[in-house]
């Protein structure tokens, strides 16, 4: 059984996604780092990304381009990468933290968007950051799952 939660701290400006699902954390860290995988669940939508890049070392940028133009690219820097476990990277003027850890036949996800501010917290609610992310997380889970039972 899958299982998510999703809370908003207002104390620390943070937004913290939890999804706990059938899969190694390597095949999840591998969706996180895979151009041609985030194509297929980044968008919220359900739509494939027009374009993705990825530079996956401290200092290498990324950029996510949607076809369904709801939104403009998604572009940062990676200032962490530790395989499998942990990626941390700066975006939209937030730290963003992936946390993998292994349960039997399953990883536990933590994904974590801490803002600079209360203000910049709240901007990220008004523009549904914690909505979409939700939605994009949930394609992980299926992009992965569909993998899975693929193989």
């Keep these: 059984m899958n299982t998510q939660e999703t809370t908003v701290d207002r104390g620390t400006f943070t937004i913290t996604f939890r999804r706990s699902f059938e899969a190694s954390r390597e095949d999840v860290f591998d969706a996180w780092t895979d151009p041609e995988s985030i194509?297929?669940?980044?968008?919220?939508?359900?739509?494939?990304?027009a374009d993705c890049t990825v530079d996956l070392r401290p200092g290498g940028a990324f950029a996510f381009v949607m076809a369904s133009r709801h939104a403009p690219p998604f572009q940062g820097v990676y200032s962490l990468v530790e395989r499998p476990e942990r990626i941390v990277f700066d975006a939209m003027g937030a730290v963003g933290t992936i946390r993998l850890e292994s349960e039997p036949n399953r990883t536990r996800m933590t994904v974590t968007i801490r803002c600079a501010s209360a203000e910049h917290?709240?901007?990220?609610?008004?523009?549904?950051?914690?909505?979409?992310?939700?939605?994009?997380?949930?394609?992980?889970?299926?992009?992965?799952?569909?993998?899975?039972?693929?193989s």
């Design 39 to 49: 194509k297929q669940w980044w968008d919220p939508t359900g739509t494939p990304l």
């Design 121 to 150: 917290l709240e901007q990220f609610i008004k523009l549904g950051v914690d909505v979409g992310t939700d939605r994009t997380l949930d394609n992980l889970v299926a992009h992965v799952e569909r993998r899975r039972l693929a």
